[in-house]
């Protein structure tokens, strides 16, 4: 069946410019989660949604950055006026439900703020 | 506070010779354990989870709770294991998020 997809799998942006990141979760799963995987941090937990509860914002590393969940399927991280240091591979996980931690990832979207 | 260490940043192993990637955690409560792979160009994917106690593409890993290890080993290495493989930690959390070690590249030599 159709995995986790991603939108777009690279963009490029310009230093202060927003960008936003799309998510189609596996149909069915309750759970989403946005990685970053960077090459001076490795994979960090960003932002977590489980049905129509509140998310999870604690990985976020600034207000910059912001996520929604429409509808309990899609998902769009926004990220405002980009820095450098944003420059990532941002992945998109789902899981079908919270007792279950098995996550299964998206391909990532590769930004790269200039 | 939960932590994954992965000691080994890269390791080689000729094809046929045992390979033992490490990963140790911290965690003050029960974990579950998982360990991720990332084939050259693919998406990162579930390779085994501790709970199952499985053994997938001939590997197995053992929660050991004393040294709070969870080391992932396969006998013989085959060349087509060469990926860049996670171990992962999920925590009694409301959100189950996965904090993961670093990585290990492994390159297994023909």
């Known amino acids: 069946g159709a995995g986790v997809s991603q939108s777009p799998s690279n963009k490029v942006t310009e230093k202060g410019k927003d960008v936003e990141l799309r998510c189609d979760p596996i149909?069915?799963?309750?759970?989403l989660y946005w990685y970053r995987q960077s090459l001076g941090q490795g994979l960090e937990f960003l932002i977590y949604?489980?049905?129509?509860?509140?998310?999870?914002k604690s990985g976020l590393p600034s207000d910059r950055f912001s996520a929604e969940r429409t509808g309990g399927s899609v998902s769009t991280l926004t990220i405002q006026r980009t820095q450098q240091e944003d420059s990532a591979v941002y992945l998109c996980?789902?899981?079908?439900?919270?007792?279950?931690?098995?996550?299964?990832f998206g391909p990532g979207t590769r930004l790269t703020v200039t | 506070a939960q932590r994954v260490t992965q000691p080994e940043k890269l390791l080689s192993v000729f094809k046929g010779a045992p390979v033992e990637l490490k990963c140790n955690y911290s965690?003050?409560?029960?974990?579950?354990l998982f360990w991720y792979v990332q084939y050259s160009r693919q998406r990162l994917q579930l390779l085994l989870r501790?709970?199952s106690r499985e053994s997938i593409k001939g590997f197995t890993a053992d929660l050991n709770k004393g040294e709070t290890s969870f080391h992932l080993k396969k006998p013989f290495a085959q060349e087509e294991d060469s990926a860049m493989y996670y171990c992962?930690?999920?925590?009694?959390?409301?959100?189950?998020?996965?904090?993961f070690g670093s990585g290990t590249q492994l390159t297994v030599l023909p």
């Open positions: 992962a930690l999920s925590g009694a959390g409301s959100a189950r998020q996965l904090t």
């Open positions: 996980a789902s899981s079908p439900s919270i007792g279950l931690a098995v996550q299964y």
């Open positions: 149909s069915g799963h309750t759970a």
């Open positions: 949604f489980q049905g129509n509860s509140a998310p999870d």
């Open positions: 965690y003050s409560g029960s974990p579950e």
């Open positions: 501790h709970i």
